[in-house]
């Protein structure tokens, strides 16, 4: 069973109340969406309740909010399990994004003021440098953070909470598309994304938004396919990864 962050006993053992299961989910998805909690992993009241420093009431309730996040799941007389989801879902989940990612490009071309455009900016830079350093891990934490900021300031609540659901169901996938070659290549549709939202030109802001997603989709095609090759597999296998 993976650990906590260092500061996670203490905070949680300082809160009471109704914010004690939210934060324990918190730090439950941190840990899944780090990949410290790998799919398939059987998670226990107990054992979680012990290593956040709470009883066990949170922790089940915290289970309930994850279960309804899409990151784990439930299994009848066996117990909650870090859930996996099919490429073909994962697949399906891209192109939603793309359709909602087309709009928010388009929206914010017309909306983003001069402060958010450099705050997007220095997103981008930040991950140009987590590439330099070949930092996969500051550069998906630094991407997370772009992606959803652009739904933040599209300004639509319902949309950043269907996305934030989407974004961890790909999670894993997305990790695993983050080789040297293609953070430059994410960078280089980043900057796109930034330039055309700062020219005011919606349409091409759209299309650059949509557009890497779809890429990102084809590239965890190409490398799922890649990474599950296997003649002697039986055709129609139902083939699943990690949220």
């Known amino acids: 069973m993976a650990t906590p962050s260092s500061s996670t006993r203490t905070t949680i053992a300082q809160l009471q109340g109704n914010s004690l299961p939210k934060l324990v989910q918190n730090e439950i998805e941190r840990m899944i969406l780090d990949g410290a909690l790998l799919p398939g992993a059987k998670l226990t009241e107990a054992t979680l309740a012990d290593q956040l420093g709470v009883s066990r009431g949170p922790v089940r309730e915290a289970f309930r909010l994850l279960e309804e996040a899409g990151l784990v799941r439930t299994e009848k007389n066996r117990g909650v399990f870090v859930r996996a989801v099919p490429i073909e879902e994962a697949l399906e989940i891209f192109e939603v994004r793309a359709v909602m990612d087309l709009y928010v490009g388009r929206k914010l071309a017309q909306t983003a003021t001069a402060t958010e455009v450099r705050e997007l900016r220095q997103l981008v830079d930040a991950m140009d440098q987590a590439v330099k350093g070949g930092n996969a891990q500051d550069y998906h934490r630094f991407n997370l953070q772009f992606h959803d900021r652009l739904l933040e300031l599209a300004g639509n609540a319902k949309l950043v909470a269907t996305y934030r659901k989407l974004v961890n169901e790909l999670s894993l996938f997305r ?56 003649p002697a597999a039986a055709p129609g296998a139902r083939r699943t990864v990690a949220a």
């Open 175 to 230: 990790r695993q598309n983050l080789t040297e070659e293609s953070m430059a290549v994410y960078s280089r549709e980043h900057k796109a994304i930034v330039k055309a939202i700062a020219a005011g030109d919606a349409e091409a802001a759209g299309q650059a938004m949509h557009d890497h997603v779809m890429n990102s989709r084809e590239r965890t095609r190409l490398n799922y396919e890649a990474r599950h090759a296997d």
